[in-house]
């Protein structure tokens, strides 16, 4: 089972170390980055590539490690008990399933993406710990212990919101996606939009990245952004012209929108832009 | 069997290998554990990384380090380490085009100087030596770049050709395939950009947590329940409450400027720590201590001053209060009305500290000075006295015991 990267995926060799050693290991790999650089789609291609099924758990700030394992429906037993129905006296009727339970009793090895671990508690994490390195885990209400099938290949994006604790850390390979260099970057969008124009494709790199480059931005646009807009440019059949010229009253490239997401970063660069124009005027 | 015994030597073999790289790295201070050097072993074990370098590389990185802080030290430990076995193969890599050397040669020898080069073995094996060279000369500059200088006694000086401002690194090479990956210290920007080790602060201001109910009812309140359907003569009467929340309120006044500046980090520390774990923090600077007003953004303290009186007014006394300050200054900067090094202040300080604790019951004063030196300041002294003893050292101990007071 080797991963390679896939047709709509571009992996770097460095990204197919990390992943086939965390699929040859059986170990979680922790996957960080700049918002927008195809954490989350890492997982989704990981199974596509291999053909296997995907588990995915969301975490939120209100998720509970347990959640993942399983929850005890007392309230519909209770329920239930009152109306005489016959499922009550089995308790296994009322344990609801978490995904990592789905993912350890799956037929076949699937690949379970617990994403932005970051969001939720500090602690959750370390709630995590036994689970993800033994793959197994005890349920109280019924004394079954569930033991993983296939052990899962895990995949745990953060956005660095919180720090990971160390002994979790330890548990886990990591890679950090980087933001990918002109060239990474150009292949992507090739894989997004075949046959894209050369002279467009080029024109919006440029834009891209010197927009990227401007000082003091709040959220800087990556990856996913540079798709969209490109999607939109040529959806809307933006000519490569509009792209090129530099010096004209707009300041700022055609349908920002999908690059700037908030009026401070559009205000400063129109800034910058401005300033620029008046230097080489 | 005869394979498997193989396997155990090889295994042996492997795991030694890289000790010294363990260690290494270890003295360069990134955090590795033998867990993680295991795992770097079974991987390679299980064939991850093919005896290529690139692969080991990138393996040995996704095994051993955890967070892109420690990625740039991690590159230049294995740069250094690697760069034995790897330049033994390969050779120098410096940005001398051969072709251009060679033509520089041609220009500038002479037929006799020509016959000389013969001597030594010829151009390759000169350049073999120039490289050589170069080794030598980096490894006693400690790497990075570095002008190559005149020829000296080097049989390089025969050309008549001195290669002085040809610039030399470990960054660019044409006589490779590639520049090595870890030689490009791509991550060099992550390393100290972001404040380290927040995690044991957020820890200690978990204790601070006080949950609160409120919001949606959507949690189950089974004493409740069990208690309504009792009354209901046994027929399910369920009760659902709120969730529980973290419903803490923090002030935070910063000392900035001044004798501060050399406990920034620790203070950026506990302010980022603060900030992602209190929803309702708000946070004000002052300058080595409280008068009638503080500001809320560095760069513009001038112009953006916010009256004490009004942060009395704005927030309520179940917001807790935490100064951090080294509490360094003359007493007269504590206990006079004009005492302020910065302004006149018609109040002094004390007077609005005393207001202030007045109206936040609880409020503590984390010192970044070590705990010893206090009692050397007499301002120290006073703004203890003036706290109610409730100043604490701005370390993980003294924080603990801070929020221990503050959750009281």
């Not at chain 2, 946070?283 to 004490?308: A, C, K």
């Not at chain 2, 509490?327 to 004390?350: F, I, K, L, T």
């Amino acid at each position: 089972m080797r991963f390679a990267g896939t047709e709509s995926y571009v992996a770097t060799e460095a990204l197919m170390v990390a992943v086939n050693a965390a699929i040859a290991l059986e170990r979680p790999l922790l996957v960080k980055g700049e918002p927008g650089t195809g954490k989350t789609m890492l997982a989704i291609e990981i199974a596509k590539a291999l053909g296997l099924d995907l588990i995915r758990w969301h975490i939120k700030s209100t998720t509970k490690a347990q959640q993942g394992l399983y929850e005890y429906d007392a309230v519909s037993r209770l329920r239930d008990s009152q109306l005489g129905d016959e499922r009550v006296a089995d308790i296994r009727n009322y344990i609801r399933h978490g995904t990592l339970w789905e993912a350890f009793t799956a037929d076949e090895r699937p690949v379970l993406l617990i994403d932005e671990i970051d969001k939720a508690d500090i602690e959750f994490p370390n709630d995590l710990l036994l689970e993800l390195d033994r793959m197994e885990f005890y349920v109280y209400e019924t004394g079954e212990h569930v033991t993983a099938r296939h052990r899962p290949i895990v995949v745990i994006t953060s956005n660095n919101e919180k720090e990971l604790p160390d002994a979790f850390l330890r548990r886990c390979f990591f890679h950090y996606i980087r933001f990918p260099d002109a060239e990474t970057m150009a292949a992507i969008v090739e894989v997004h939009f075949p046959g894209i124009k050369k002279a467009l494709l080029q024109n919006a790199l440029e834009a891209f990245f010197e927009l990227r480059e401007t000082p003091g931005l709040k959220k800087r646009p990556s990856t996913s952004e540079l798709l969209d807009w490109i999607k939109l440019l040529m959806v809307e059949d933006i000519d490569v012209e509009t792209l090129r010229t530099k010096d004209n009253s707009k300041a700022i490239p055609p349908l920002y929108g999908a690059l700037l997401k908030n009026e401070q970063d559009v205000h400063l660069f129109e800034r910058m832009a401005f300033l620029a124009r008046r230097q080489k005027g | 069997m005869g394979s498997r015994l193989r396997g155990s030597d090889d295994q042996e073999d492997e795991s030694l290998m890289f000790v010294d790289f363990f260690m290494q790295l270890k003295a360069a201070k990134v955090p590795v554990s033998l867990r993680e050097y295991l795992t770097l072993i079974e991987a390679l074990e299980k064939g991850c990384a093919n005896y290529d370098v690139d692969d080991f590389y990138y393996l040995s990185r996704a095994a051993l380090v955890k967070d892109e802080r420690n990625l740039d030290k991690f590159d230049r430990v294995f740069a250094e380490y690697f760069k034995g076995p790897e330049q033994a193969g390969e050779g120098i890599t410096a940005d001398i085009p051969e072709e251009w050397l060679r033509k520089m040669m041609e220009k500038h020898l002479t037929e006799e100087e020509k016959a000389q080069i013969e001597a030594l073995g010829g151009w390759d094996k000169l350049m073999e030596t120039l490289k050589q060279r170069l080794a030598e000369q980096k490894g006693r500059h400690q790497g990075g770049s570095k002008w190559i200088g005149t020829a000296g006694t080097s049989p390089f000086g025969a050309w008549g050709y001195n290669p002085e401002g040809v610039r030399i690194g470990q960054d660019e090479s044409r006589h490779r395939r590639a520049v090595k990956v870890w030689d490009k210290r791509d991550f060099k920007n992550l390393d100290d950009s972001v404040v380290i080790g927040t995690r044991n602060i957020k820890v200690a201001l978990r204790r601070l947590r006080r949950f609160v109910r409120e919001g949606a009812a959507d949690e189950l309140d089974l004493d409740g329940t069990i208690q309504a359907t009792a009354h209901n003569g046994g027929w399910l009467d369920l009760k659902l409450r709120p969730e529980r929340h973290n419903r803490v309120k923090l002030l935070l006044f910063l000392d900035v400027g001044g004798s501060m500046n050399v406990h920034t980090q620790t203070c950026e520390e506990l302010f980022s720590a603060a900030r992602g774990e209190f929803k309702h923090l708000e946070y004000f600077y002052f300058h080595n201590f409280l008068y009638e007003s503080v500001w809320r953004d560095n760069r513009r303290r001038g112009e953006e001053r916010i009256p004490t009186w009004d942060v009395l007014n704005t927030f309520g006394s179940d917001y807790k209060v935490v100064f951090v300050g080294d509490a360094a200054m003359s007493p007269y900067e504590v206990a006079y009305p004009g005492g302020s090094v910065e302004h006149w202040n018609e109040e002094a300080g004390a007077v609005w500290m005393q207001r202030l604790l007045d109206h936040f019951p609880a409020t503590v004063w984390l010192n970044p000075e070590p705990q010893q030196t206090w009692s050397y300041t007499q301002s120290t002294t006073m703004i203890r006295q003036i706290m109610g003893d409730r100043m604490y050292p701005l370390t993980l101990e003294g924080l603990e015991a801070g929020m221990k007071e503050l959750a009281r």
